[in-house]
C-alpha cells in the first residue's frame, strides 16, 4: 500500500540558511499534518492542513511557514535556522471522510542538521 | 504538566511476557485515542486507534480507553523480541495529535 512520501530525507543546512521539507500524502488522503521530534522526545504537533486550508496551528516558530497544495502535498519552509532547529521532522496524513477519520500515517521524516 | 501523561521507561521483558503500558491524559475534549510503535530513527506506525472508551483487540494488542479516569492502556500478550521499540500513546480530536513520551520496550529471549 501506498505510505506518506518525505523528502529529502537528509537535510544538512547552516545557521541563517533556509530549508523546505516536502510531504506527499497517501492517495485520497485530504490532511497533512506535521510534527517535530527532537532527540528522545516525542512528536510535537506544528501545523495541519485540511483541504488546503491550515486547520490547527501548534508550537511552529513565526520562522516556519507550510502550506497545502491543490494536489494535496504540502511543503514547509523553515528560515533563519537555527542549532535548535535539528530535529526529525514529520509528516501525517488522514482522510477526513469515512470509517476511521483523523486516523494519521506518518511518513518516514525528514532527518535536518543545522551546523 | 503535559496533557498527555506517559512514563518513559525503559522496560524490559522475557519473551512470551505480557506487557502494559499506560498514559493518561487531561483534555476531556480528546476523543481520539491511538498507539504507535517507532523504531530508531523511522516514523511512528499506527498499531491501534480507538474512539470510545472500552476494549479494542488486534491480534496481540489489546487497546484500552477508560473516558471517565481519562486513562488509555496497551496489552501485548506473547511479547516477541521484534516488539522491541518504543510505543507512543497519543490522544487529539480533529486536527492534532497529543503524543505521551513514549515507552522504551526491550523484549529479551
Known amino acids: 500500500a501506498a505510505g506518506v512520501i518525505q523528502s529529502p530525507r537528509h537535510l544538512i543546512k547552516e545557521k541563517r540558511e533556509t530549508a523546505t521539507l516536502k510531504c506527499y500524502p497517501i492517495?485520497?488522503?485530504?490532511?497533512v499534518y506535521w510534527y517535530q521530534q527532537g532527540p528522545g522526545q516525542d512528536p510535537q504537533f506544528l501545523i495541519s492542513?485540511?483541504?488546503?486550508?491550515?486547520?490547527d496551528k501548534g508550537s511552529i516558530p513565526d520562522r516556519f511557514s507550510a502550506q497545502q497544495f491543490s494536489d494535496y502535498h504540502s511543503e514547509l519552509n523553515m528560515s533563519s535556522l537555527e542549532l535548535g532547529d535539528s530535529a526529525l521532522y514529520f509528516c501525517?496524513?488522514?482522510?477526513?471522510?469515512?470509517?476511521?477519520?483523523?486516523?494519521?500515517?506518518f511518513g518516514p521524516g525528514t532527518r535536518l542538521t543545522v551546523t | 504538566q503535559k496533557e498527555v501523561e506517559q512514563d518513559p521507561g525503559p522496560l524490559s521483558v522475557p519473551e512470551g511476557a505480557i506487557v502494559s503500558l499506560n498514559c493518561t491524559y487531561s483534555?476531556?475534549?480528546?476523543?481520539?485515542f491511538m498507539w504507535y510503535r517507532q523504531y530508531s530513527r523511522k516514523g511512528p506506525e499506527l498499531l491501534m486507534y480507538?474512539?470510545?472508551?472500552g476494549n479494542k483487540e488486534d491480534g496481540r494488542f489489546t487497546a484500552q480507553v477508560d473516558k471517565s479516569s481519562k486513562y488509555i492502556s496497551l496489552f501485548i500478550r506473547d511479547s516477541q523480541p521484534s516488539d522491541s521499540a518504543t510505543y507512543l500513546c497519543?490522544?487529539?480530536?480533529?486536527?492534532?495529535?497529543?503524543f505521551g513520551a513514549g515507552t522504551r520496550l526491550a523484549v529479551h529471549p
Open positions: 501525517a496524513s488522514s482522510q477526513s471522510a469515512g470509517q476511521r477519520p483523523y486516523e494519521q500515517y
Open positions: 492517495p485520497r488522503h485530504d490532511t
Open positions: 492542513f485540511y483541504e488546503k486550508m491550515q486547520s
Open positions: 483534555n476531556s475534549a480528546f476523543q481520539y
Open positions: 480507538t474512539y470510545s472508551s
Open positions: 497519543a490522544a487529539g480530536g480533529y486536527n492534532k495529535l497529543i
